[in-house]
Nanobody
Framework: QVQLVESGGGLVQAGGSLRLSCAVS????????MSWLRQSPGNEREFVAA???????DYADSMKGRFTISRDNAKNTVYLQMNSLKPEDTAVYYC????????????????WGQGTQVTVSS
């Protein structure tokens, strides 16, 4: 059974930074494409960034240059460094996994964490 556990969310002022972590247990971590997605009230789950085992990555256009996704295959952990945060980044951030290929579609992901709240105040 694959389990994903996010941490690192919280309250931050606009312009600040946060680093989210997602620890993965079960399965073979290197096989998984890992993604961060987010959801705010009244909105669909939105793609943020994704990364394959070899570091190949993809970002939503609005996050490029502000967010950085990385992974440590030895620690079975994926990270999301978020800089220059804006109030519109406020959402629950989810870590998700799927086999091998990157995807921007939340429906493509098989495994999900419970989410971590990020709140950016103006």
């Amino acid at each position: 059974q694959v389990q994903l556990v996010e941490s690192g969310g919280g309250l931050v002022q606009a312009g600040g930074s946060l680093r989210l972590s997602c620890a993965v247990s079960g399965g073979t971590f290197s096989m998984y494409a890992m993604s961060w997605l987010r959801q705010s009230p009244g909105n669909e789950r939105e793609f943020v960034a994704a990364i394959r085992w070899n570091g190949e990555n993809d970002y939503a256009d609005s996050m490029k240059g502000r967010f950085t996704i990385s992974r440590d295959n030895a620690k079975n952990t994926v990270y999301l460094q978020m800089n220059s945060l804006k109030p519109e980044d406020t959402a629950v951030y989810y870590c998700a996994a799927r086999i091998l290929a990157l995807s921007r579609s939340y429906q493509a992901y098989n495994y999900w964490g419970q989410g971590t709240q990020v709140t950016v105040s103006s």
